[in-house]
Structure formats: C-alpha cells, structure tokens
C-alpha cells in the first residue's frame, strides 16, 4: 500500500513495496496553495452521476451548494501525486460564461486566483448552437475581470464533451453528423475565443479525447443505439450529461492540462476511480486516453505507474 509523506522542505515522498517508485521525490513548491477555481454547469458539476456530490468537503462550492464534481475529481487525483493546490467551484446548471459574468462576477472575483478553467454552454450558444459569437466576447470579459484582480491570472478555457442527443437525436443541431464533426465544431469556437485576450492561456481538449475513447475502441460513439459490449458508455442516462466514465476521462484531461503531468502516472488502482465504481481495466483504459490527447498539444513526459504488486485497489486516504 503506498503511503504519503510531506516533509518540512515542501518535499512530497511516495513510499511503497515498489523500489524504483519508492524512491521518487516530487517538488510542490511551485503549486504550493496554488488557486484553481472552476467555472461552469453541469458539465462542472457532474449532473447525471455520483461525481456530483463526490468529496466535497476537498473543494470550496462558492454558491454554498455542497458540489463537489470534475473539480474534485482534480482535486483527488493531484493530491495522490503530492501537488497542493486550493480548489474552488462555481456552477449554475443550463448556463454560459455570460451568466456568471452577469449574477456572480462579484463571487468570481473575490479573490485573485491563479487559475482559472471555464467553459461556456455546450452547444456554445444555446439560443444559436454552433455560433462562437458570445462565447468569444464573454471569455474575454471574464479573462478581463481576472486579471483586474491578479495580473498574473491564467485562464484557461474548456472545449467540452459532444453531446449524442444533438448528433444523433433528429432535432439535434448536428443531426446528420458525426460526434467528431460537433467535438471540432466546439473546439474551433474555444480556439477562437482563446484569441481574445492575452491572460487566456490554450483550450482544454475534452471533447476531442471523448472521440479519441470512441475511435480508438474504449466508448461507444452512439448512445442512442444502445451500448456495444466491452465499451463504455460516456454519457449518463439522457444522452446529454456524462456518465462516471465521462466525467473521470474529462478530470484526468484537465488535470494534465494543468499540471502536465502522465495520467497514468495515477495507476490503474487509483483511488477515485475506484470509490466512483471504474474496474482497474477502465481506469487504465481511460488515463491512456487522457494521455495521447494531452500529448497531441503538450510537453507531458511519458510516466505511466507501473503496478507490480497484486494489490487491490483502495479507497482514498482519509487525509486526500
């Protein structure tokens, strides 16, 4: 069982049965009460599955409604490799950028955070799907009021998941399309709002590791059809939100996005995954995922956890 150990200097020690994992050392001096706050919906907060309310208590809900979500999710998986960042939420379900801006800009910016991950409405606009228009204006807005409070801030934006009711549904605005022909749709508007201001530090590729997992043979691509054996499904029971499998693969995207640290550096026993229900085989199956996404636009060196114990997974820690 590893066991985790932070020493005075800042020095994170992983102790395990394994020799050569052992003995590695991470730093957390430069995340050290590092601030990441997230903005978003139920994309965010994880509506449709148990990830919703997981672990709360580890991240602060600034709307007071008890969410712990993707967030958490983050929050778990980089205390489990020693990184110490304060985590913080605030989410309204159905919205975009441009309702936070306009009910919660005095909440956001009550502190100068030091990263900051939103994504809009997952259709970018939900009066006008496809059109980048507001998304464009509002992330420049939003990139605006966080550097009045911290110069320095970094935002980054989200390119959220396809949805297959919008694909594959007959009123769906992508009806006739394939779910890659939305996630590059979705994509190309972040990359145009990410031009919009200079503290807008690159896109988050969610959407595009979701068609990965479908190409590559990990999910299935058409929920509404029903499920292929030996797949997963990434969406939950509306075929708009996503499943526990959807919502994992999205944290593990964001968290090396932000750390750029190997998700499979995590384990196939990592901790979360398995207190949500993922089997060892998804868990590996979705951090490979996560993993040659981020590679596609990161500086992320290849360090995948090597288990060679028979040990079970676990729960996580009480102390994570």
Same mark, same amino acid.
């Given at each position: 069982?590893?066991?985790?150990?932070?020493?005075? $200097? &800042?020095?994170?020690?992983?102790?395990?049965? #394994?020799?050569?994992?052992?003995?590695?050392?991470?730093?957390?001096?430069?995340?050290?009460?590092?601030?990441?706050?997230?903005?978003?919906?139920?994309?965010?907060?994880?509506?449709?599955?148990?990830? *919703?309310?997981? /672990?709360?208590?580890?991240?602060? %809900?600034?709307?007071?409604?008890?969410?712990?979500?993707?967030?958490?999710?983050?929050?778990?998986?980089?205390?489990?490799?020693?990184?110490?960042?304060?985590?913080?939420? =605030?989410?309204?379900? $159905?919205?975009?950028?441009?309702?936070?801006?306009?009910?919660?800009?005095?909440?956001?910016?009550?502190?100068?955070?030091? #990263? @900051?991950?939103?994504?809009?409405?997952?259709?970018?606009?939900?009066?006008?799907?496809?059109?980048?228009?507001?998304?464009? =204006?509002?992330? +420049?807005?939003? !990139?605006?009021?966080?550097?009045?409070?911290?110069?320095?801030?970094?935002?980054?934006? =989200?390119?959220?998941?396809?949805?297959?009711?919008?694909?594959?549904?007959?009123?769906?605005?992508?009806?006739?399309?394939? #779910?890659? %022909?939305?996630? +590059?749709?979705?994509?190309?508007?972040?990359?145009?709002?990410?031009?919009?201001?200079?503290?807008?530090?690159?896109?988050?590729?969610?959407?595009?590791?979701?068609? /990965? !997992?479908? %190409?590559?043979?990990?999910?299935?691509?058409?929920?509404?059809?029903?499920?292929?054996? &030996? +797949?997963?499904?990434?969406?939950?029971?509306?075929?708009?939100?996503?499943?526990? !499998?959807?919502?994992?693969?999205?944290?593990?995207? @964001?968290?090396?996005?932000?750390?750029? /640290?190997?998700?499979?550096?995590?384990?196939?026993?990592?901790?979360?995954?398995?207190?949500?229900?993922?089997?060892?085989?998804?868990? +590996?199956?979705?951090?490979?995922?996560?993993?040659?996404?981020?590679?596609?636009?990161?500086?992320?060196?290849?360090?995948?956890?090597?288990?060679?114990?028979?040990?079970?997974?676990? *729960?996580?820690?009480?102390?994570?």
């Amino acid at each position: 069982m590893n066991q985790f150990n932070i020493n005075k $200097g &800042g020095t994170f020690k992983i102790t395990c049965a #394994i020799p050569f994992i052992a003995s590695l050392l991470f730093s957390v001096s430069s995340y050290a009460g590092t601030s990441v706050l997230f903005i978003g919906n139920s994309f965010t907060y994880g509506h449709g599955s148990p990830v *919703r309310y997981y /672990r709360p208590h580890t991240v602060k %809900d600034l709307n007071l409604e008890g969410q712990g979500g993707v967030p958490a999710l983050f929050k778990s998986f980089t205390q489990q490799v020693g990184l110490d960042f304060d985590v913080a939420i =605030e989410t309204r379900g $159905g919205t975009g950028i441009d309702w936070h801006l306009a009910n919660k800009l005095s909440v956001i910016t009550q502190k100068p955070w030091d #990263i @900051v991950v939103a994504h809009g409405f997952s259709t970018l606009d939900s009066q006008k799907p496809g059109d980048a228009t507001k998304l464009i =204006e509002t992330s +420049k807005q939003l !990139a605006t009021a966080l550097v009045q409070r911290n110069p320095k801030a970094d935002l980054r934006l =989200e390119a959220t998941f396809p949805r297959a009711d919008e694909t594959y549904g007959p009123k769906g605005a992508w009806y006739g399309k394939t #779910i890659g %022909d939305m996630a +590059k749709d979705i994509r190309t508007g972040y990359d145009q709002a990410a031009k919009s201001h200079p503290a807008i530090k690159g896109v988050i590729p969610v959407g595009e590791a979701w068609v /990965r !997992a479908m %190409d590559a043979g990990v999910a299935d691509k058409n929920s509404l059809d029903g499920v292929d054996a &030996g +797949k997963l499904n990434l969406w939950t029971y509306d075929n708009y939100h996503a499943s526990t !499998a959807g919502y994992y693969l999205k944290a593990l995207v @964001v968290f090396g996005a932000l750390t750029l /640290r190997d998700p499979r550096s995590l384990g196939g026993n990592e901790c979360s995954g398995f207190e949500l229900g993922l089997s060892v085989s998804e868990v +590996k199956a979705l951090q490979q995922v996560a993993f040659d996404q981020l590679i596609v636009g990161y500086s992320i060196t290849a360090s995948p956890l090597q288990n060679l114990t028979t040990e079970p997974a676990q *729960r996580c820690q009480p102390g994570l």
